[in-house]
């Protein structure tokens, strides 16, 4: 008997160790300060820009708190913000519990989810259950959103399947490509891209001559890149994660085969990343969307403009900041707005409040335009082409051509 | 025998009331799962001796069949389940040849076949049937209390299942061939009859867990359930806690898992390094697990 | 294009052979199962990272350097962990879920020292002329990587059949009592075996920029994979067979992904299920190995 009992003890300890973790909730009615939840993948395979974009919500909620606090409507006054960060190391299983943590546990007032449609997808249905309107940066997969669920807004970039709207209409126009050889990774965000590239091509004047998805974690193009000169393209539009995109970009260099045009979509998201890994003449005269800091929108009505915030964040953290630091900054200027629009704090009110400033709202990162699953549509991502500058490179707008500061060199030399 | 039953209600029945007083469900499920597999890989590793390193192939195949079910077939999610532990046994059957290998080369091949299932599943000219790489979204089936009942239910049948194993004639014919092979054969014990047994059971309960996990998280990723990490933590839990045993397991996962997430959530920056050399202590300390401390100080574990 | 699918089967199967050949022998010797191997080629792949970082050296000439590191790490790891493993009941088992932790803490490691952005080595360091065989255009970073890997295998060939430490080495693999009987001192071999190991591994690491993609701390778990269905193909516990693994993995995989590319990435694991069924002591193998 005296055993059967040890054993239980041992049991039940065991499960006071699972259950007792984390910090005790404390009482949440009086909110002299608002929670805001979110995860961050400190290592793994989106570490690099899930830890770019967590830099960026921090330096809002510093920058809001430094200023006494961001205005909340609700109340009628200013509240000081507390963030709660977990990492979830790039795993969906760790995520999981690790949102249920936050809006359980923490019972934070806001929910922010990572990086990325693969880490955001696990929060989707977890906000949903618990009725939290979770603010997603940058999980762009259309999957994740749907009429019917009101409690997702996608933050700072506009929906994955409608990125190459921009790339298609050049494409089609620009009269020296007539053959375009497309290789992408086989993943929600790459793969709806790929799959809108197709739909707007097809039946154009231009020619989809290699059509290839490879997995994502491919790390060798070498073969991949003699099997597209093979189809001798005009053009060839790589999509890929960074680590793919970096990979065939140094392939390529190494090969010694060169294309007329090269796309590819990280070296306008995490430039000195890529610059770090695959040069400066690696990336010359390479295509891609630029977004800010290489692409500076100058009709801004909230929120600091580019260069005031790229100033200040070089100041205060001692580095540069990239598109993620923006996207995740941005995703706070959206969540300062909301507050500063919601005449009652609760989540539905919240995404009415959204509902009322979209459309209107342009930032740092352009327009901020929701349709009605919470999708992003605003801004589009336009095309630009690195062209050599001294000993670096710089970005030029090529398409459309009203934004455009400059014509394509084509082909690349 | 009592013990083993005792040990097994109050387990089930801690997870069953656990929500009432811990909010955070997700966690409790996710500690469900685990001590399942952890089960699971006990069934074969603690009976037979055989590592499957790739377990994890058997819950990937029972979480994309339980899902596929529901989305194609219209099955409830309840049949789902059924299905995604009879596909996990298909699968099962088909490696059975792999029981020829032993050891090491059990376990690496083991661990090809799941890498072999990721890819098949995740690969994009099978799209019209799996969806390839773009993940499945269940969320027309999705409910948290029903999948958290199923869980619980499921963790039932897990204990049971390794009760039964340790107190039949099954297990100890398992026993009796781990110990040693030839002996068993020539006491008239049909040594590959009851390996595949315990393969398949092992096989049908991680199907059946993997289905029950589709059907909770509802919006998943082909690598978020041929993850490696779930088969290496359902093997770390089961044998911290000490295989052959039905507390062993329990222990282990609820200690580890515990640990696991408290040193994730309050030092995330060294949870890592810390995990990994607790493991390595283990090995070095504790080869037997943590139930034979309890038996050398003289408590038989249930 | 069949052409160039063959020379660069070729060069990568070398290559290749390289990586899963510290594992092999390894496990050849102390019958342990280094699930850190490809964490150990990781932080080979870092020591060349900053060789060329801080000192300029290529990574030819950073192999000096990793030589000496890496077998110190090894007979010091020996020495920590494995004379109290092999005490254990069932070490094969339990050497798994041992290097599996460590693997995570070396993981850990290197995220807290180097952060995690992917780094490379530019792929003209060895020259921007790419080397032309029989027409095809290869980078020369593969021909030398090629060349570096056939020399070291050729090192470990000369260090088990030509040195009394190899004679020993070889004894104690194929039994470890009788080679203790015998007088051998198995202690110091294996300590030894573990050294070279995992120096063979960092080796491959220095070339791992130019053949399996940039740098970063999470990249071990995919190279250990690649690394078993190598030795398995090749036999498990047969150093040298692996060279035939690498040769037989690294044609199948370009001619996979020339002509199927999507299939590629099932195409090792197949491979490795098939060997072991149809022929399960891998390829070279004499001795069976049914449970």
Known sequence: MMRQKGLAGCVAIAALALIGLGPAAWAADAPAVLKLGTLYAGSGAFAVPSTSEHEGLKFWVDQVNAAGGTYVKALGRKVRLRLIAYNDRSSTTTAA????????????????????????????PIAQTHKMLLFDPTGTGAALFSPDNPYVVLCSLPTSAIWPYALADFLKKFEPVRRVALLYATNDFTGSQAATLRERLRGSRVELVYDQGVATNTSNYAVLLHNVEAARPDAVIEFGYANNDIAFLQGLQASGLKFKMVFAIFPGQLFSLLRKNVSEAGLAYTYTYPTPPLLAYNKVNYGPGLEAFLREYRQKRGEDANFLTVAGYNTGLVIGKTLAT?????????????????????????LFKVDRS???????????????????????????????????????? | MLKAVLTGVATVGLFALAPVFYANQTLLFSAMMYLVLAQGINVLYGFTGYLPFGYVGFFGAGAYAGALSVLRLGLSPVLALVVGGVVAVLVGVVLVPLLRLSGAYFAIANLAAAQALYYVVSNPDLQALTNGPYGINLAVAYNATASYAAMVALLGLALATVVYLRHSRLGLALRAIREDRISAELAGINVVRERTIAWLLSALLAGLCGAAFAWYISVFYPETVFSLNVSIFAIVFALFGGAATLAGPIVGTLVLYGLYSAIGISQPEYFQLIFGLVIVGLVLFLPDGLASLSERAGFEVP | MLAYTLVGGLLFGLYFGLVALGLNLVFGVMRLVNLAHGDFLMLGAFAAYWAYQLFGLTPVSALAAEVVIFSALGLALYYAVVPRLLASSDPEMLSFILFFGLSQALQALAVIAF????????????????????????????MVSGVVSVALVLFVYLYLYHSRLGRATRAVMSSREEAMVSGIDVHRVSAAALGVGLMLAAMAGAFSPFMLGSIEPGMGTAVTTVSFTVTVIGTLGEPLGTVLGGLVYGMSLMLMESYLSSWANLLPYLLLIAIMLVRPAGLLARRARYA
Do not use: C, H
């Open chain 1, 97 to 124: 519990p690790l949102y249920n943590q936050l809006i359980t546990q923490d019972k934070v007032d806001i929910l922010v989810s990572d990086f990325g449609s693969v880490l955001t997808s696990v929060a989707v």
């Open chain 1, 342 to 366: 919601a005449d009652k704090l609760d989540q539905l009110a919240l995404r009415r409040a959204v509902e009322q400033f979209s459309g209107k709202l342009f930032t740092l990162d352009g």
């Open chain 1, 374 to 413: 919470g999708a992003q549509v605003g801004e589009l991502l336009p095309v630009g082409q690195f062209l050599p500058s001294g000993n670096g490179v710089k970005m030029q707008v090529v398409f459309p051509f009203a934004l455009a500061t400059g014509k394509p060199v084509y082909p690349a030399p």
């Open chain 3, 115 to 142: 952060g995690n952005n992917p780094r490379s080595i530019p792929a003209t360091v060895f020259g921007r002329a790419p080397v032309r065989i029989l027409g095809q255009a290869f980078p020369a970073a593969w």
